[in-house]
């Protein structure tokens, strides 16, 4: 997606990122993206391709290389807290939590009204929060320890939204809404990219209404971007019904080779067991069973 719309400074740029969880073997290898501003991303893959991973390292929570590696508007991701603090780059991700100490990301516990927590947010655009408090359908007397998981989901979306953002990275978090908040939600971002230029990453498995929403598409798999395009770039997509019967058959296809590449794995001869001399301090022998 490098050089998207000819533009000199993309709001969002990674440049050969590697990423390894602690302790594991290399995730992401030489991942590159680039989006100019305006650009609405969805970000697909199966289960466990990795769209979190990236999510996260986009939003700057994990350090990866140097501060070249990931820019967001032409800042480093990770080293830039004054990027996450002024709200311009802005993540929402699958649960509401906080980190705690050693017990890592706990659940948000305690009753507190809706009012409480949307209006605590500090330096909010009274205009813009009551637009959103309207197009979320939020009634602020909800205690939060007794709504349902969409309504607490409206609730984490309205405080999350109510910086203008300049980059927003959206991981699945339309799941719990109902259809009319979704698509309702899917317009305002919309109106965001097109209005204020404002640029957004959505990762998701529901395609529904997303082919006439998104301006591209990136496809990762097992870590590996596979596919970047813009939506008019997507040549399935021209004579498809719709995103999902294009993306399911990538879907298909992966999950087979995934299979095949199993079945060979597990048809293998097992590796030579290394002979163990009789002099070999772990080789048993029979002098050893008088001691047993
Ligand atoms: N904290 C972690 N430590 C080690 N490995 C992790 C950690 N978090 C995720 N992984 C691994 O990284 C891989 C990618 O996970 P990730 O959550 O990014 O996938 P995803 O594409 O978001 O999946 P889903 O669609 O199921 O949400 C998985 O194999 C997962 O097991």
Known sequence: MAGVNGALHPSLEVTAMNFAYPGQPPFISNFNLSLQRGSRCLLMGANGAGKTTLLRVLAGKHMVGGRDVVRVLGR??????????????????????????????VPLQGDFSAEFMIFGVEGADPERRRQLIELLDID?????????????????????????????????????????????????FKEECAQRGATIVYATHIFDG??????????????????????????????????????????????????????????????????????????????MAYYR
């Not at 002024?86 to 705690?100: D, I, K, M, N, Q």
């Not at 320890?145 to 939204?161: E, N, P, T």
């Open 76 to 105: 480093s991701a990770f080293h830039d807290t004054a990027l996450t603090c002024s709200g311009e780059l802005a993540y929402l991700g699958g649960s509401w939590s906080r980190t705690v100490g050693c017990a890592g990301e």
């Open 210 to 287: 997303l082919e006439t929403w998104a301006t591209h598409i990136a496809y990762v798999e097992d870590g590996t971007l596979k596919r970047a395009q813009h939506i008019s770039e997507v040549a399935e997509l021209k004579v498809a019904r719709n995103l999902i019967s294009v993306v399911e058959p990538w879907l298909r296809k992966e999950r087979d080779e995934r299979e095949k590449a199993a079945a060979v794995k597990a048809a293998a001869p097992p590796p030579p067991r290394v002979q163990q001399s009789a002099s070999s301090p772990w080789g048993t022998s029979r002098h």
């Open 140 to 188: 602020l007397r909800w205690r939060m320890h007794k709504v349902s998981d969409g309504q607490r989901r409206r609730v984490q979306i309205c405080m999350g939204l109510l910086q203008p953002f300049e980059v927003l990275l959206l991981d699945e978090i339309t799941v719990d809404l109902d259809v009319v908040a979704r698509l309702d939600l899917l317009e305002f």
